[in-house]
């Protein structure tokens, strides 16, 4: 009796629950299935990034941004992983300025570096923006220079930067050398003629010209920069893609003749001691390995660092020259060497 009291009372139960939850899913309204995000495609985006972008360096000479956050304005939108991965693996525009700018904005879309495939991390590594060189010291002056037609110049002269000139297919910039002579000048008909004044004023504006065209080449490398120490960061360490990274990355600067390259270099001896045994390491990524070590050891790269203007109108210039030292690079070929006894043939 007490067993079938039991299941008699259960079954109530059940049966006024069900009720109950029936009443309730009447009485409520219906609610409206999630709405699906709309795909947005990483070419609207970077179209949208570069406009802007071009506008605030027509109008500034500097970025629109100061932080990868392009994302944060879109979360309305979905933009697949795979489709920023992919952007990251190719060039996006033809000035290496803007070109850094539209990968590092891509970086807020916050992509897992960390289970990509070998073909796409060496595309990625391949794709990163080149770095704007730094300006670049005065050739000698030809004998035609000093010639200089009907006048004769008898002195000296000395390149300077006096605007951007642009490049095919955008309104971006590239240095454009000037000259500033300074001397006697001999005409047809023999009458000497110095002026000192306009001697010393025109080497005073090349001087200020100088350090425009210095701030201006560091602010359009930042992002780039960044970038590249963005990805470096996110990169997986085994199979070599970080440190085949942080090679290529060492060469783009020092080719450059970026401040920045002497931090590069000492980061890369550290990750170099990390290459031993790296059993992931793959044939082809090894090479390039191989290949890009050799590159570093050939490079040498010539800055205008400094000019001032002396008393009487002449110029004093600092041309620093930069390389890899010798005696690192003996030691990060031997580690590089030494790996290769580990890499599957």
């Not at 290949?291 to 109108?313: P, S």
């Amino acid at each position: 009796m007490s067993r079938k009291f039991t299941y008699r009372h259960i079954a109530v139960a059940l049966s006024a629950f069900v009720v109950a939850s029936l009443a309730a899913a009447q009485s409520s309204p219906q609610q409206p299935a999630q709405e699906r995000k709309k795909r947005l495609l990483v070419s609207r985006v970077v179209s949208d990034l570069a406009a802007e972008a071009q506008s605030s360096w027509d109008r500034d000479r500097n970025w629109p941004r100061t932080q990868p956050d392009a994302a944060a304005a879109l979360t309305q939108y979905e933009v697949l992983e795979s489709d920023v991965l992919a952007s990251l693996g190719k060039p996006l525009h033809r000035n290496a300025a803007m070109d850094g700018y539209l990968k590092w904005q891509l970086l807020s879309f916050d992509p897992d570096f960390t289970t990509i495939n070998e073909g796409t991390a060496r595309r990625i590594i391949e794709a990163m923006p080149n770095v704007i060189r730094q300006v670049a010291p005065p050739p000698p002056p030809s004998e035609d220079d000093l010639r200089g037609g009907p006048t004769m110049m008898v002195g000296s002269q000395t390149a300077y930067v006096i605007g951007q000139r642009a490049v095919p297919g955008t309104r971006l910039f590239r240095p454009v050398l000037g000259v500033v002579r300074a001397g006697a000048f001999i005409d047809a008909q023999g009458y000497v003629s110095v002026n000192p004044h306009q001697k010393k004023f025109s080497a005073i504006s090349a001087v200020e010209q100088l350090h425009i065209e210095q701030d201006t080449i560091a602010v359009a490398n930042n992002p780039a920069l960044a970038y590249r120490d963005r990805i470096i960061d996110a990169l997986p360490r085994e199979g070599g893609f970080k440190f085949l990274a942080m090679l290529k990355d060492v060469h783009a600067r020092l080719k450059a003749g970026d401040p920045s390259t002497a931090a590069a270099i000492a980061g890369l001896m550290e990750e170099s001691r990390t290459l031993s045994k790296d059993l992931a390491l793959s044939r082809a990524t090894y090479r390039q390995i191989q290949a890009a070590t050799q590159l570093l050891q050939r490079e040498r790269t010539k800055i205008l660092k400094e000019m001032t203007v002396t008393d009487d109108g002449d110029h004093d210039l600092t041309v620093i020259e930069m390389f890899f030292p010798r005696n690192i690079w003996d030691i990060l070929n031997k580690r590089v060497d030494d790996q290769g006894q580990f890499v599957p043939r």
